[in-house]
Each structure stands twice: as structure tokens, then as C-alpha cells.
Nanobody, 123 residues
Framework: QVQLVESGGGLVQTGDSLRLSCAAS????????MGWFRQAPGKEREFVAA????????YYADSVEGRFTISRDNAKNTVYLQMNSLKPEDTAVYYC????????????????WGQGTQVTVSS
């Protein structure tokens, strides 16, 4: 398994931008598909975005399409989530994940997780 550490969360206002980072350990980062999920209080963890090993393919939840961008820098062992035009409903703990084993939109199918970073969007 790969070890993941998220950073970049915080408190912002509606319409602001924020960039999350996820640093991965190990020398094989470039072989791991990566993703971002989020979990709001009282809700299930939900898929946000995913990216292929090369970064050539990206996938987004409908709720963030056009506002969020997932990217990766394999030389730095890091995956990013650029979040623009933030809304109060984006408030959640955001988790980085690695190695989907089936349905990439299902949190049950990812092998490694970070500890999460809190994003709070005030209205």
C-alpha cells in the first residue's frame, strides 16, 4: 500500500478557490491511479474526482464538473485537487485515495487512504 498525506484544507468563503495536495510515499507513485473523495457530516463518503496513472484521463462527479480539476505530478509524488467557485455544499473532509480495484466511484473499492483534510466554505 501507498502512504498518503493530504494538506491544503481550510476555511474559505463562497466563490473562493482552494488547492488540496496529497503527497504519496514510495517510488511507484506513477503506477497508482489516484482519486479524491469527500465526506460531509452525517453523509456517506462520496466520489469527487479520479486520475489515471499518466494523468491523461480524469473523471469527475457531476457536482464538481467544471469547477474542480484533478492533476498529478509524478516527479513530486503528488496529486492535486484545484477547487474553484466553492459553494457551502462543498464543505466536507476531503480524502485522497489510491488504487481503485473495481468501481472507481465507490469508496469501498479503493485500497489506500489518507487521513483527510477539512474544507469549510462559508456563505
Amino acid at each position: 500500500q501507498v502512504q498518503l498525506v493530504e494538506s491544503g484544507g481550510g476555511l474559505v468563503q463562497t466563490g473562493d478557490s482552494l488547492r488540496l495536495s496529497c503527497a504519496a510515499s514510495g517510488r511507484t507513485f506513477s503506477s497508482h491511479p489516484m482519486g479524491w473523495f469527500r465526506q460531509a457530516p452525517g453523509k456517506e463518503r462520496e466520489f469527487v474526482a479520479a486520475i489515471s496513472t499518466s494523468g491523461g484521463s480524469t473523471y469527475y462527479a457531476d457536482s464538481v464538473e467544471g469547477r474542480f480539476t484533478i492533476s498529478r505530478d509524478n516527479a513530486k509524488n503528488t496529486v492535486y485537487l484545484q477547487m474553484n467557485s466553492l459553494k457551502p455544499e462543498d464543505t466536507a473532509v476531503y480524502y485522497c485515495a489510491a488504487d481503485p480495484e473495481g468501481n472507481y466511484k465507490s469508496s469501498n473499492d479503493w485500497g489506500s487512504w489518507g487521513q483527510g483534510t477539512q474544507v469549510t466554505v462559508s456563505s
